[in-house]
């Protein structure tokens, strides 16, 4: 299948989760800034070292690097034909910079994961136990759900006044929301 989509929803609603599975059954990409800011800041690399505090905080990265960022990713030959962002775009400008550097061949569609605060809190507390992830304390956890309200959230009517926007509940067996997204993936696609 060739599809070009992003992955929305709130931290915790299973976006990484849920886009290693959809890259693998639809033969695309998975490209996650969050996974990229990681292993740069692992990596002790120039970007790394830029965005290692911001991450921590719950913050966004500012804008000009991360769209440098998938400007670069998007380039790379094993995203010509299709791929699946995950956290990105984060902030409406960040939609504005998608569109410039998708240019004629805009996106397929824009699927949003949904999921209630008070689960997100317990997923990402409970990630925080097995993985110690450095934003997963739990004041950057509701740090991370105000900017997501305030600064993400707003895309969605973005992409809605587009046509292109379709929700699928991310609560449940993590087999069951895999089934439902590409479900409606498929239907909108068609
Ligand atoms: P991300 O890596 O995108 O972090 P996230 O929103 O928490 O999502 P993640 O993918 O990790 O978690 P998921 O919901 O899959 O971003 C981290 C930081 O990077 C940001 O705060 C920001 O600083 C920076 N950043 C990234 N993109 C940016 C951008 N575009 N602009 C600026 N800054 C940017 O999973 C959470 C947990 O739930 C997992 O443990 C999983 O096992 C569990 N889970 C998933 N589905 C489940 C289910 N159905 N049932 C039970 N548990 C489930």
Do not use: C, W
Not at 7 to 15: E, Q, R
Not at 64 to 86: K, S, Y
Not at 116 to 129: M, Q, Y
């Amino acid at each position: 299948m060739t599809a070009r989509l992003v992955l929305l929803g709130p931290p915790g609603a299973g976006k990484g989760t849920q886009a290693a599975r959809l890259a693998d059954e639809l033969g695309i990409p998975a490209i996650s800034t969050g996974d990229i800011f990681r292993a740069n800041i692992k990596g002790g690399t120039e970007l790394g070292k830029k965005v290692q505090a911001i991450t921590a905080s719950g913050a966004l990265v500012p804008d000009e690097l991360t769209n440098d960022l998938v400007r670069d990713r998007l380039a790379q030959d094993d995203a010509a034909e299709g791929f699946l962002l995950d956290g990105y775009p984060r902030n409406v400008a960040q939609v504005a910079a998608l569109d410039e550097i998708l240019g004629d061949r805009p996106l397929d569609l824009a699927v949003e994961i949904t999921a209630d605060p008070t689960v997100v809190v317990e997923r990402l507390l409970k990630r925080a136990e097995i993985e110690g992830r450095e934003d997963d304390t739990e004041d950057v956890i509701r740090h991370r759900l105000d900017v997501y309200a305030e600064q993400t959230a707003p895309i969605s009517a973005v992409y809605g006044e587009r046509g292109l926007l379709v929700q699928v509940d991310g609560i449940g067996d993590v087999d069951d929301v895999t089934a439902r997204l590409l479900t409606a993936i498929g239907t909108a696609a068609r």
